[in-house]
């Protein structure tokens, strides 16, 4: 509509210019103004649709310039072939005027296709960079979701090894508490199948479906086991990725359980500070039979992968080693809008 109504300004434009001047009148003004003006904009429309598909580059540009030329030229030979032949074959003074202003009509005329194909190539290469930039962010997108969905994967092999393991033993010397494990596998599975589509969910949906592994992990360990879990209240509807404690204690329990003979007792404690969320996991260590740990250490690698991919930052998560033999993973969730 807009491309419609410029070109009609332009015929009112040069109408009253050919009137005021050349003291035509506006029947003739308009035919003369209406026919070019016609003519033109077919040919920005040419030039239009020749953009959209054929975009060169700057260093190419120059066919364009010479293909706006021919289209001006062809153009000019219309209108007057119009104009002699149909509109306004017996009018000698309108015949002069028309013979003296070729060149003027078609360096008007390449301006104006030249100025339509200036827009259409800017319009359509800025589209075709949002597409490419869209497409690039789509590729990105899903090469991110393939890799989070990969980590996510990763997490259960072992531990799943470890409790079936742990039922074969039970299922000979103490049968009840095979089944119950056995129960208790089937309820942490099965939350964690239902769990595979949400990327984030709340502190008490993730505490929740860890006590079911943590219940797993005390049939196999008995009272050597113990967990203390404290939070605020203000903790609990904040958002974390699913399945991150579960990770990081039980990387606590091996590293905690596997290396001492003694009871030992995991601390869990979640805070809210500002808009983070703020997990430590505490856990002893024997210092004697676990070989020091660089960086994050822990096998905490992949979860520090996983926040990376989802925060785009690398500080997310944190490993320290005290004096008193006590290794705390401390991991902070922002709290994204």
């Known amino acids: 509509m807009g491309y419609v109504a410029?070109?009609?300004?332009?015929?009112l434009i040069q109408a009253y210019a050919i009137t005021d001047a050349f003291h035509f009148t506006w029947k003739v003004a308009l035919l003369d103004a209406g026919c070019m003006i016609f003519l033109a904009a077919i040919s920005g429309q040419i030039m239009h649709n020749?953009?959209?598909?054929?975009?060169p580059s700057l260093k190419r540009s120059f066919h364009m310039i010479v293909w706006g030329m021919a289209l001006a030229a062809l153009?000019?030979?219309c209108h007057r072939l119009i104009m002699t032949a149909y509109l306004l074959p017996?009018?000698?003074s309108y015949l002069a005027y028309l013979s003296r202003s070729y060149i003027f009509r078609g360096l008007f005329t390449w301006i104006m296709i030249s100025m339509v194909g200036t827009i259409s190539w800017v319009w359509f290469y800025f589209q075709d960079q949002q597409a490419r930039e869209s497409h690039e962010q789509n590729i990105a997108k899903l090469?991110?979701?393939?890799e989070l969905t990969t980590l996510r994967q990763q997490l259960q092999p072992h531990f799943?090894?470890?409790?079936?393991n742990s039922i074969s033993a039970l299922a000979g010397t103490r049968p009840e508490?095979?089944?119950k494990m056995i129960q208790q596998l089937s309820d942490f599975l099965r939350g964690t199948i239902k769990r595979d589509n949400q990327q984030l969910v709340t502190l008490e949906e993730e505490l929740r479906h860890l006590q079911l592994y943590l219940e797993i992990e005390k049939v196999r360990f008995g009272h050597r086991m113990k967990t203390e879990i404290e939070k605020d209240d203000a903790s609990n509807s904040m958002m974390l990725p699913s399945l991150l404690l579960q990770r990081i204690v039980e990387n606590a329990i091996k590293f905690g359980l596997y290396d001492t003979t003694g009871e030992i007792t995991i601390r869990i404690k979640a805070q809210a500070a500002g808009d983070e969320l703020i997990v430590t996991v505490e856990n002893p260590f024997d210092s004697e039979t676990t070989q020091p740990r660089q960086g994050v250490?822990?096998?905490l690698t992949g979860i520090q992968r996983r926040l990376y991919l989802l925060y785009a930052r690398n500080n997310l998560l944190t490993a320290r080693q005290l004096e008193n033999h006590t290794f705390i993973t401390e991991v902070t969730i922002p709290q994204t809008a």
């Open 297 to 299: 250490g822990f096998g």
């Open 6 to 11: 410029w070109w009609i300004a332009l015929i």
């Open 75 to 77: 153009c000019v030979v």
């Open 143 to 146: 090469a991110r979701e393939a």
């Open 160 to 164: 799943l090894f470890n409790s079936l």
């Open 90 to 92: 017996d009018d000698p």
């Open 50 to 55: 020749t953009v959209r598909y054929y975009q």
């Open 177 to 179: 508490e095979a089944r």
